[in-house]
């Protein structure tokens, strides 16, 4: 009887993680490109009950199986950890690297080498330490309003992490504890999945919710003169807004925060999908951000705090700081852009600029 309603339980997880993992990937792009990886570490962790299922089922008893199944566990931690070290959707090369220990352990269970066990066992714990150092590492230094910030996401994982540890030592020294450990892996392992999937993709609903899209605004442009165009009658142009007002304000204060006190500008490879990701939306509501309520453009609004520190640096700067060293300090890529920009906003010459204000 137990059996059966274990079998069904690891059944009805792995639909479930299904469905919610469709939801996530739905309703991605309204929260968080790495979410993708999220749903891809979910549905690796599914193949170990999904594997246990199977064994019930059929009344497989092959510890070869579960040794496989354990094997998953790595590509759990390594989605995991580009989930939490990752701000873009999933790149093929990424997916490939992390993807290598798990096929690396696959091929030594299937081909049956034996040899040097714990060595490999050492690798094999070594790889988990590591991806958990590095999630715990993430998640503690993130300050977007997302999962990442979750300290019981985080708990959860090294917890079955340690458990699949456990399950691995006590299989290594063919301790009597081996099956009730193997068993309540994969019942925690369920739990999870079933309360992180639903919670996720309700928590992505509700970031869409917040943010919704509204039926897109026609909106006519006035007439435009033909002869500096080029045109020969009336353009339409259709604009669809993401974000309310309130919630512009509020990711409006957030920026600042980001310019004023973190100095985001003065990362010159910071890129929109970057800043979007720090403010907790998607990088076509922070262009809508920057260009509808704030009136102003990605570069541009980069560009003038960048000029601001720089005039900051010349004045309390000596003399032997050179132009080209303030210019990299504050956040441009080289000394011609840097001149471009400055006499742009201040209508003349970085050392001109200085020398006026030592004259004053």
Same mark, same amino acid.
Request: with cysteine; hydrophobic share 40%; net charge positive.
């Given at each position: 009887?137990w059996?059966?309603?274990?079998?069904?339980f690891?059944?009805?997880c792995?639909?479930?993680?299904l469905f919610?993992?469709g939801l996530?990937f739905?309703?991605e792009?309204s929260? =968080?490109?790495s979410?993708?990886?999220l749903s891809?570490?979910?549905?690796?962790l599914m193949l +170990?009950?999904?594997?246990?299922?199977? *064994?019930?089922?059929f009344y497989?008893?092959?510890?070869l199986?579960?040794?496989?199944a354990?094997?998953c566990?790595?590509l759990?931690?390594?989605?995991t950890?580009?989930f939490?070290?990752?701000?873009?959707?999933?790149?093929?090369?990424?997916?490939?690297l992390?993807?290598?220990p798990?096929?690396?352990f696959?091929t030594v269970?299937?081909?049956? /080498?034996?040899?040097?066990?714990?060595?490999?066992?050492?690798?094999?714990f070594?790889?988990?330490?590591s991806?958990? @150092?590095c999630?715990?590492q993430s998640a503690t230094?993130?300050?977007?309003?997302?999962?990442?910030?979750?300290?019981l996401?985080?708990l959860t994982?090294?917890?079955?992490?340690?458990?699949?540890?456990s399950?691995a +030592?006590?299989?290594?020294?063919?301790?009597?504890?081996?099956y009730?450990?193997?068993?309540?892996?994969?019942v925690?392992?369920?739990?999870?999945?079933?309360? /992180?999937?639903?919670?996720?993709?309700?928590?992505?609903k509700?970031?869409?919710?917040?943010s919704?899209?509204?039926?897109?605004?026609h909106i006519?442009?006035?007439e435009?003169?033909? *002869?500096?165009?080029?045109?020969?009658g009336?353009?339409a142009?259709?604009r @669809?807004?993401?974000?309310?007002?309130s $919630?512009a304000?509020?990711?409006?204060?957030?920026?600042?925060?980001?310019?004023q006190?973190?100095?985001?500008f003065?990362? =010159?490879?910071?890129?929109?999908?970057q800043l979007? @990701?720090?403010?907790?939306?998607?990088?076509h509501q922070?262009?809508e951000?920057?260009?509808e309520?704030?009136?102003?453009?990605f570069y541009?609004?980069?560009?003038?705090?960048r000029?601001?520190?720089?005039?900051?640096?010349?004045?309390?700067a000596?003399?032997?700081a050179s132009?080209? *060293?303030?210019a990299?300090d504050?956040?441009f890529?080289?000394?011609?852009?840097?001149y471009n920009? /400055?006499?742009?906003?201040?209508? @003349?010459t970085?050392?001109?600029?200085?020398?006026?204000q030592? $004259?004053?």
């Amino acid at each position: 009887m137990w059996i059966e309603l274990q079998r069904e339980f690891y059944l009805v997880c792995c639909v479930l993680t299904l469905f919610c993992a469709g939801l996530m990937f739905k309703y991605e792009r309204s929260f =968080n490109e790495s979410a993708h990886y999220l749903s891809l570490a979910n549905l690796a962790l599914m193949l +170990i009950p999904l594997i246990s299922y199977v *064994q019930l089922k059929f009344y497989i008893n092959a510890p070869l199986i579960s040794q496989i199944a354990n094997c998953c566990i790595l590509l759990f931690c390594a989605f995991t950890y580009l989930f939490y070290c990752s701000s873009t959707s999933p790149k093929m090369k990424d997916v490939l690297l992390h993807c290598t220990p798990f096929v690396f352990f696959l091929t030594v269970k299937v081909m049956g /080498f034996h040899t040097q066990t714990e060595l490999m066992y050492i690798i094999y714990f070594g790889l988990m330490f590591s991806y958990v @150092t590095c999630i715990w590492q993430s998640a503690t230094r993130t300050t977007e309003n997302s999962l990442k910030c979750s300290k019981l996401l985080v708990l959860t994982i090294t917890y079955l992490i340690a458990l699949n540890g456990s399950v691995a +030592i006590s299989f290594l020294s063919q301790s009597s504890w081996t099956y009730p450990l193997w068993s309540l892996l994969n019942v925690s392992i369920c739990l999870y999945l079933m309360t /992180f999937s639903f919670y996720a993709a309700y928590r992505i609903k509700q970031v869409s919710i917040q943010s919704p899209l509204p039926y897109p605004q026609h909106i006519d442009t006035e007439e435009l003169d033909t *002869q500096e165009r080029g045109l020969k009658g009336l353009k339409a142009k259709q604009r @669809t807004i993401q974000l309310s007002d309130s $919630v512009a304000q509020d990711c409006i204060a957030k920026l600042d925060h980001l310019l004023q006190n973190e100095q985001l500008f003065l990362d =010159n490879q910071l890129t929109l999908g970057q800043l979007a @990701t720090r403010l907790g939306i998607t990088q076509h509501q922070a262009s809508e951000l920057l260009n509808e309520h704030m009136h102003t453009s990605f570069y541009n609004l980069l560009n003038e705090h960048r000029v601001q520190h720089a005039c900051q640096l010349l004045i309390h700067a000596t003399n032997k700081a050179s132009i080209t *060293q303030i210019a990299l300090d504050s956040g441009f890529n080289n000394k011609s852009s840097f001149y471009n920009e /400055f006499k742009k906003q201040l209508g @003349t010459t970085p050392s001109k600029w200085r020398t006026m204000q030592q $004259v004053s």
